[in-house]
């Protein structure tokens, strides 16, 4: 795109039990030439499969994102996916599929790896934010 582009979300989540959900909504500034600022949302829902595995399902839906881009027009997706462990936390093989029900004609698949790292418990930016936001 040549220029830097902004995302405004705002997401909840709640969980309770093997089950999660989350979701919201948000704005996307692309300051381009063919490129358009748009409203997007979605909600999932998914639930944890054992200690190895969670499936889910989600629904999503974007505004026309610009004639520079495969998304002219408007869509709603619904889409199905997981994550399998390899190490939990830390190393996760991660895929979905889905394609759009209302608006556009959209498909999509991607199958990746995903890696997470950060600092041990009680150091680093962890431990600081930990004692900071939870009072002690």
């Not at 889409?79 to 999509?108: C, M, V, W």
Request: no cysteine; net charge positive.
């Amino acid at each position: 795109m040549g220029k830097a582009w902004y995302k405004l979300p705002l997401w909840l989540q709640k969980s309770w039990g093997k089950w999660t959900t989350y979701g919201g909504g948000g704005y996307q500034i692309t300051p381009q030439t063919d490129y358009n600022n748009f409203f997007y949302g979605g909600w999932l829902l998914q639930r944890d499969i054992g200690k190895k595995l969670t499936l889910g399902g989600e629904i999503y839906s974007h505004q026309k994102e610009g004639l520079a881009t495969a998304q002219t027009e408007a869509s709603a997706m619904v889409d199905l996916g997981g994550y399998y462990y390899i190490k939990n936390p830390g190393l996760q093989i991660i895929g979905a599929y889905g394609h759009s029900f209302a608006g556009q004609t959209e498909r999509y698949a991607y199958l990746g790896l995903y890696q997470t790292w950060g600092s041990a418990p009680g150091k680093g930016l962890n431990g600081f934010f930990g004692r900071v936001f939870n009072g002690h």
